[in-house]
């Protein structure tokens, strides 16, 4: 028998991946990454509909990453690049297009992150069993590390160029991870140089 622990029963996973992120760019400290999270809680409880489709996975948590980023923009020195927001669904960045842009823009300069979400499969033909925000940290040869806000055994903390696909239509048995492009959003220190 194991124990509940945080992020078994809640789905927060974006608001964390946010959490996360600054803490990479900003070295967020845990009493005010509390209070941001206690923030974002009761701004959403006031809108029961919008608290309510976060509750229930009925989201994608996009409008809900986006606003912390603004949010938090206007406190912190913050620079937000979404380099395929506006991607329409018939011309979704490939993979390797995808690969490229992370690792511009992580090896654009100290202090960077890249917060996405991602579709994970058991089978090619079934739903996704998890769909899960995470941060990205540093690209290591093949390979992109995720700052993750997981315990699980089981999650992933990595993947290597070439593991994902960034269309569900493209999931196959070898490949059953998807990396949502439009989610993706490259956080970095305002007045930081490098790409984007």
């Known amino acids: 028998m194991k124990p509940f622990h945080q992020g078994k029963l809640d789905v927060f996973c974006a608001m964390y991946a946010v959490l996360n992120g600054l803490k990479i760019t ?11 999270l206690h923030e974002t809680l009761l701004a959403l409880s ?8 976060v509750l229930e996975q009925r989201t994608d948590y996009v ?28 011309s979704t960045p490939d993979v390797e297009t995808v690969w490229n842009a992370c690792a511009h823009w992580l090896g654009g300069g100290p202090s960077r992150a890249v917060l996405l979400r991602f579709l994970r499969y058991m089978t090619p033909d079934a739903p996704a069993l998890n769909k899960h925000w995470t941060t990205a940290c ?22 290597d160029r070439g593991g994902f696909v960034t269309r569900p ?12 492009p439009r989610t993706l959003r490259f956080l970095a220190p305002k007045g930081s140089g490098g790409p984007f």
Do not use: W
């Open 138 to 159: 540093r690209l290591e040869g093949r390979t992109l590390h995720f700052f993750d806000c997981s315990h699980e055994e089981a999650a992933i903390y990595k993947v």
């Open 63 to 90: 409008r809900l990453v986006d606003g912390m980023l603004r949010i938090q923009s206007r406190k912190l020195p913050l620079r937000v690049e979404r380099p395929f927001a506006d991607a329409a669904p018939s």
């Open 169 to 180: 239509e493209d999931v196959r048995n070898d490949c059953l991870l998807c990396i949502e």
């Open 26 to 36: 900003h070295g967020l400290r845990t009493l005010r990454a509390r209070d941001i």
């Open 46 to 53: 006031t809108n029961q509909e919008a608290f309510r489709a």
